[in-house]
């Protein structure tokens, strides 16, 4: 329905939840943009805008109407009926990506640069003299690097705000992946060390005795019913879980040559147990349960 210029309009708003009239309008141009009258409603009702995001819409769980819209070509009568949807506070799109692609960043450098609270007193500030170390931090840094300046020059996001309370939910299936990356790696990063723990516990302090190894009390151990080098198994975990997060093909590269290497040692390993041991476990495999 088209007004003429001359036939100022009505405007109420209420809450989408209750239906509670929040706001009247009156003498609204038909020019008005949706934007203007959120500004209305922000000055009537002392909403901070930068603070409260609204989304005015024609039904209660109607589509959000934009801010470019103009009220005169809307489906609307002389008293033009709108329903608000409280956003709760906002934050920007570039701030998220910025603090998704800086936290890896600054985490890896600061193992890198090996700063104290992380290593011995003895590494503080040291470097490691294997060139692949360097490489791999370069690599790691670049892709994140990359990341942030992309964020701040290169993307345009269709929305410039999200709510707050979802960056602890994620923005969707990336950070759905970030956080199965993360708990992968942390999850076998345990295991591993619990395996190491189990191992050394076989043999006492100064005997070169070798026992079979078994699970024990701590559930992470429990792989040894299947596997006869679970530490390798756990390993191959963390760097998968390291791949799926950093999403850069050296370290899939890395991961994969690892890979290769680990199941050349397991295989051994467990040809070394089958020959001393004359009860060892057959179900086991050397590094992944009921295949390799």
Known sequence: MEHTPYNKLC?????????????????????ATIGEIKSMFHRSREYLPSVKSVIVSRRPKGKSLKDED????????????????DLGAQISWVTVFL?????????YLMFYFRVP????????????????????????????VKRLLETLFVHRFSHGTMPLRNIFKGPGPRNCCLQLSVTCAAFCQIGNFSIHIALRNLRPPGSKTRKIPYPTKNPFTWIFLLVSCPNYTYELGSWLGFTLMTQCLPVAFFTMVGFIQMTVWAK?????????????????????????
């Open 117 to 144: 609270f992380i290593y011995a007193p003895k590494y503080d500030f040291t470097t490691s003299k294997h060139w692949v170390v360097h490489l791999a931090c370069m690599c790691h840094s670049f892709h994140y």
């Open 11 to 31: 405007v109420e708003i209420l809450d989408a939840k209750t239906k509670d009239k929040l706001c009247f309008l009156d003498k609204v141009e038909p020019n």
């Open 70 to 85: 103009v009220l005169q070509h809307l489906p609307v009568g002389t008293t033009a009926t709108f329903y608000f949807r």
């Open 268 to 292: 051994g390993k467990h040809r070394s147990y089958l020959k001393e041991f004359r009860d060892y476990p057959t179900l086991r495999s050397p590094i992944l349960p009921f295949v390799l």
């Open 99 to 107: 603090t998704e692609y800086a936290g890896p960043l600054v985490i």
